[in-house]
C-alpha cells in the first residue's frame, strides 16, 4: 500500500522559512496529487495547498507546494513564518488506481 | 455557502453499532465524491471510506466489511454505518467533500463527531 512519511516535528522563528517533506513510499508521488492540510488543537483540518501547489483562496502567498520526482517527495514551504501558524500539517495523496486515500503522519510546527 | 454537520457519534461497547450522519447543504452529495476521515485521540488523520458520484464506494482494509458508506440523496445526507465496533475505531470522525471524482482534495470538512468504544 501507498504510504506517505512526514517529519514528526519541525520547528523555526518567526519571520523564517521551513519546509516540510511528504515522501511517498513506492511508485512515484506525481501520479496523483497531493494536498496540504493545517488542523490547529480541537479543530478540522483546512486545506492551504491543493493538487500539488493550488493555494484556495484566501490562504497567503506566504504558502507553496511543490513535488520533487527524483525524490518522490511532495514539499510545503511556509515562509515569513508568523505565530499563527503554529499547527499540525497533513500531506494527503489518492492514489486513484487502488481507490485508497492516504495520510502522512502529520508534521507539528512549532514557531517559536 | 457548502456547510458539512456530523452527528450520531456517542459512547458505544465494544462490538455494537452506530450509524454517523452527515447532513450536507450548499451542495449535491451525489454531485461530488464524498469520504469520511477519521482521527483517534492524540493521532493522525486516517482515510476510511469514499463513495464517488456515480455511487461506487472503497473502504481502508482497517475497516472493510465493518463500515458502510452510504447517502441519501432525497435528504441530501451522507451516512457511515459502523458495525462490529472494536476500542481502535475510537476517533474524531471527519465527513469531507471532495473536489472531483479524480482530483483527491477534500475541500469542505464538517466538524466531526466523535465516537467512542469503551464497556
Known amino acids: 500500500n501507498f504510504m506517505l512519511t512526514q517529519p514528526h516535528s519541525v520547528s523555526e522563528s518567526p519571520g523564517k522559512t521551513v519546509t516540510i517533506s511528504c515522501t511517498g513510499s513506492?511508485?512515484?508521488?506525481?501520479?496523483?496529487?497531493v494536498q496540504w492540510y493545517q488542523q490547529r488543537p480541537g479543530s478540522a483540518p483546512t486545506t492551504v495547498i491543493y493538487?500539488?501547489?493550488?493555494?484556495p483562496s484566501g490562504v497567503p502567498d506566504r504558502f507553496s507546494g511543490s513535488i520533487d520526482s527524483s525524490s518522490n517527495s511532495a514539499s510545503l514551504t511556509i515562509s515569513g513564518l508568523k505565530t499563527e501558524d503554529e499547527a499540525d500539517y497533513y500531506c494527503q495523496s489518492y492514489d486513484i488506481s487502488n481507490h485508497r486515500g492516504v495520510f502522512g503522519g502529520g508534521t507539528k510546527l512549532t514557531v517559536l | 455557502e457548502v456547510q458539512l454537520v456530523e452527528s450520531g457519534g456517542g459512547l458505544v461497547q465494544p462490538g455494537g453499532s452506530l450509524r454517523l450522519s452527515c447532513a450536507a447543504s450548499?451542495?449535491?452529495?451525489?454531485?461530488?465524491?464524498m469520504s469520511w476521515v477519521r482521527q483517534a485521540p492524540g493521532k493522525g488523520l486516517e482515510w476510511v471510506s469514499v463513495i464517488y458520484s456515480g455511487g461506487n464506494t472503497y473502504y481502508a482494509d482497517s475497516v472493510k466489511g465493518r463500515f458502510t458508506i452510504s447517502r441519501d440523496n432525497s435528504k441530501n445526507t451522507l451516512y457511515l454505518q459502523m458495525n462490529s465496533l472494536r476500542a481502535e475505531d475510537t476517533a474524531v470522525y471527519y465527513c469531507a467533500r471532495g473536489y472531483y471524482d479524480s482530483s483527491g482534495w477534500l475541500d469542505y470538512w464538517g466538524q466531526g463527531t466523535l465516537v467512542t468504544v469503551s464497556s
Open positions: 450548499g451542495f449535491t452529495v451525489s454531485s461530488n465524491y
Open positions: 513506492s511508485g512515484s508521488i506525481a501520479s496523483n496529487y
Open positions: 493538487e500539488d501547489n493550488q493555494r
